[in-house]
Nanobody, 116 residues
Framework: QVQLVESGGGLVQPGGSLRLSCAAS????????MSWVRQAPGKGLEWVSD????????YYADSVKGRFTISRDNAKNTLYLQMNSLKPEDTAIYYC?????????WGQGTQVTVSS
């Protein structure tokens, strides 16, 4: 059974940084594009970022471009999201997911709250 387990969320002040991690198991992790998706309170899902299977290419939503960096370590089956210059509007549950292709998998999410 595929599992995606996020960690690293928490409460941070505006302008601060957090690094999210996502540990994958029972998944041929290095074969797939992986994504981060978030859901702000009372809003729908918002795609944040993708990274290709080998890590050679990454893509970002305009709302996070220049502030967030996605990366992966295929040897450790782990996906990361480095979030800098955080804003209150970044407050959301952040999900690690495989959403590209015919099979989709989601983690349980980790809460990020940006507030003074």
């Amino acid at each position: 059974q595929v599992q995606l387990v996020e960690s690293g969320g928490g409460l941070v002040q505006p302008g601060g940084s957090l690094r999210l991690s996502c540990a994958a198991s029972e998944l041929t992790f290095g074969s797939y594009t992986m994504s981060w998706v978030r859901q702000a309170p009372g809003k729908g899902l918002e795609w944040v970022s993708d990274i290709t299977s080998g890590g050679g290419s990454s893509y970002y939503a305009d709302s996070v471009k220049g502030r967030f960096t996605i990366s992966r370590d295929n040897a450790k089956n782990t996906l990361y999201l480095q979030m800098n210059s955080l804003k209150p509007e970044d407050t959301a549950i952040y999900y690690c997911a495989k959403i590209r292709g015919s099979l989709t998998y989601w983690g349980q999410g980790t809460q990020v709250t940006v507030s003074s």
